[in-house]
């Protein structure tokens, strides 16, 4: 079914609403995981064509991808990670054309009106240009 699924990650808090998900998933088809994260900032927009050095967040970015990685390893799954760069969208569909890539797997916000237009759209974007299936999961939010 599944052999090599790519996850975008945002590095919040609705990452575990879709990994927790994607790694049942992958224990039953047996699948690999790349985990995608793609930072936007405006250091990471402007890095080759600037030649700019990798900002805090870029290696905070980075470090957590590994930590991830560390941590579905250790669960037994095989897990690539790839810190991307610029228009959040633009990079998880680039990364969705790579070899094997058979299901993109990512968390939504349910945001309302305006919160659509800002925030709605990379999911949007992503689920229409990909030509493999997109698993969109409502991300879970724990009252406090």
Known sequence: ?????????ENSAADQTILTHVAKLARLTGAELLLVHVADGWAARNFDQL???????????????????A???????TVQ????????????????EDPGIDLVAMSTHGHRFLGDVLH???AD???????????LLRAQTTLG
């Open 51 to 69: 030649k700019l050095r990798e900002s805090e967040e870029m290696k905070s970015d980075r470090a957590y991808l590994e930590q991830l990685k």
């Open 1 to 9: 079914m599944y052999r090599r699924i790519l996850v975008a990650i």
């Open 81 to 96: 990670v790839r810190l991307a760069m610029g228009d959040p969208a633009t990079e998880l569909i680039k990364a969705a």
């Open 125 to 135: 974007r992503v689920r229409h240009l990909v030509k493999v299936p997109v698993l």
């Open 71 to 77: 941590d579905l390893a250790a669960q037994g799954f």
């Open 120 to 122: 709605g759209a990379t």
